[in-house]
């Protein structure tokens, strides 16, 4: 092994099929970057030896308008359909009771009876009010057990973040906005929401210059979610994977102990972090859309 440099040993699937060993060199900055990057080569490093297996989805593009679109299933795709059908899968475990129960009884009931009610009377009632809470609950709670089943899949080994993705927070980010206008317009109207744009008590001279700063105030919100969330979803793993990679860039095994300790540190660590995202991400939506419903 030399200095800096990861030794990788790969089995790669060729597009007939045959499988074949690939022997490649790979810095540390690039294995981190290959981890946390979209892809359509989904890999499972086997434990213990320097060798992977990897998949490479098919291709799949769609000419629309003239443009090509690709639509192919990437790394994060794939493991966004598996944190969708486990988050799903969870529910419905909590809600399912049986025929003597009057409620649903465990663990799994439970916590999530205790987590929807936390965000109806703690987020959704205190910042958007006791009369909306009802409406807006379900997209909140929903935006909260997604952000946080995807964080936690990411923790697992071979898995992905995949709200690291951009265009995941992006999509997530873009929800919120939509929920939110929708809110101020249903409260004020289509004509009063769209008024505040112009400020009050502003002389009509510095129109051009208010106006334009609240329309971007409308996506300063959705940008900050959008942000906020891939950063800090993406940021654990660029730590504990740098952390590890400290025992290849100095080239020494007396790093090691060090470094795995520190690492899995951070790994719990990042097991709160997950959670705390998406309270934030589910707190800031609620005050949006509080914002917006009521203006005063």
């Known amino acids: 092994m030399s200095h800096g440099l990861f030794m990788v040993l ?8 045959a499988v074949a060993e690939i022997e490649h060199e790979m810095t540390v900055p690039e294995a981190v970057f290959e981890h946390i990057t979209d892809a359509r080569d989904i890999e499972f490093q086997i434990p213990l ?9 098919p291709e799949w593009k769609v000419s629309l308008g003239g443009h090509e679109l690709d639509l192919s299933i990437t790394k994060h795709v ?3 359909f598996v944190a969708v059908l486990l988050l799903a899968l969870s529910l419905w ?3 399912r009771k049986r025929p003597a129960d009057l409620v649903a009884a465990g663990v799994t009931p439970n916590m999530a009876e205790a987590l929807t009610l936390y965000i109806h009377d703690e987020i959704a009632v205190k910042n958007i009010g006791e009369h909306d809470a009802d409406r807006y609950t379900p997209y909140l709670a929903t935006a909260f057990f997604f952000i946080l089943f995807c964080a936690l899949l990411g923790m697992v080994p071979w898995a992905s973040t995949v709200t ?3 265009s995941v927070t992006a999509t997530l980010a873009g929800m919120t906005f939509l929920v939110t206008q929708a809110a101020g317009m249903r409260s004020q109207g289509f004509v009063g929401y769209w008024l505040h744009l112009v400020p009050a008590g502003v002389p009509w001279w510095l129109y051009p210059i208010m106006i334009p700063v609240e329309l971007m105030g409308l996506f300063a919100k959705p940008f900050a979610l959008c942000v906020r ?3 800090n979803m993406i940021a654990g793993h660029i730590v504990i994977f740098f ?8 080239g020494s095994i007396w790093v090691a102990p060090v470094s795995v300790a520190f690492a899995f540190a951070i790994y719990l660590l990042e097991i709160f972090v997950a959670l705390i995202q998406a309270y934030i991400f589910t707190m800031l939506s609620a005050v949006f859309i509080g914002m917006a419903a009521h203006p005063h």
Do not use: D, M
């Open 243 to 250: 952390l590890l990679g400290l025992i290849f860039l100095l």
């Open 93 to 95: 475990s909590a809600t």
């Open 10 to 17: 790969a089995l790669a699937t060729t597009p007939q099929g």
């Open 49 to 57: 030896v320097a060798k992977k297996i990897s998949f490479t989805t």
């Open 229 to 231: 969330l891939f950063a």
């Open 164 to 166: 690291g993705n951009l």
């Open 78 to 80: 794939a493991w966004l």
